[in-house]
T-cell receptor
Framework: DVKVTQSSRYLVKRTGEKVFLECVQD?????MFWYRQDPGLGLRLIYF???????EKGDIPEGYSVSREKKERFSLILESASTNQTSMYLC????????????FGPGTRLTVT | RKEVEQDPGPFNVPEGATVAFNCTYS??????FFWYRQDCRKEPKLLMS???SGNEDGRFTAQLNRASQYISLLIRDSKLSDSATYLC???????????????FGKGTHLIIQP
């Protein structure tokens, strides 16, 4: 079974803090994704990566950056957290190509106060 | 702008009934289609892919209508455990064969009532 894990289920940070969200997958998948999910807005793609050290902006990259130094790990960074970044963050990975079935992690609920 | 639209519901349906909902997409070049299921406070999980010829998996049937640009999901003999949010997903392929956009609908909330 594919397993995608995220470093925290719940996180509370203060405005202006630097925040790291970690995602690890154990199936040697090429592609990894970061989404945020908000009520009424659905899932929105922040960034994705199709290879180590490669990254592509999604629909809402502003205020975020990512890092993929190893194939299994994809990190989302909030350089200076703001209250409008309070959300559920979901990581996903896919094999072969980015349009294949997405396997999601359990999510990190981030609250920025 | 790629868009995928779903009726958010909620659809309140008695147990045992048949329920169907659609998802429309705006980009005619869309290539792949999926239905995902998301339980409350859980991550989305693939329910089924949607093939051009339509496909069935037990009580679930998915269909694609390219001419009208929508996909549908039909659930027969609905169970209490079918209560969830159903997300449709549409992908485009770029010239390199990779996905050039994977767009999730906002989901349809289904509540099966005893």
């Amino acid at each position: 079974d594919v397993k995608v894990t995220q470093s925290s289920r719940y996180l509370v940070k203060r405005t202006g803090e630097k925040v790291f969200l970690e995602c690890v997958q154990d199936m040697d998948h090429e592609n990894m994704f970061w989404y945020r999910q908000d009520p009424g807005l659905g899932l929105r793609l922040i960034y994705f990566s199709y290879d180590v050290k490669m990254k592509e902006k999604g629909d809402i990259p502003e205020g975020y950056s990512v890092s993929r130094e190893k194939k299994e790990r994809f990190s989302l960074i909030l350089e200076s957290a703001s209250t409008n970044q309070t959300s559920m963050y979901l990581c996903a990975s896919t094999d072969r190509w980015a349009g294949d079935e997405q396997y999601f992690g359990p999510g990190t609920r981030l609250t920025v106060t | 702008r790629k868009e995928v639209e779903q009726d958010p519901g909620p659809f309140n349906v008695p147990e045992g009934a048949t329920v169907a909902f659609n998802c429309t997409y705006s980009n005619s070049a869309s290539q792949s289609f999926f239905w995902y299921r998301q339980d409350c406070r859980k991550e989305p999980k693939l329910l089924m892919s949607v093939y051009s010829s339509g496909n069935e998996d037990g009580r679930f049937t998915a269909q694609l209508n390219r001419a009208s640009q929508y996909i549908s999901l039909l659930i027969r003999d609905s169970k209490l455990s079918d209560s969830a949010t159903y997300l449709c997903v549409v992908t485009l392929l770029n010239s390199g064969g990779g996905a050039d956009g994977l767009t999730f609908g906002k989901g349809t909330h289904l509540i099966i009532q005893p």
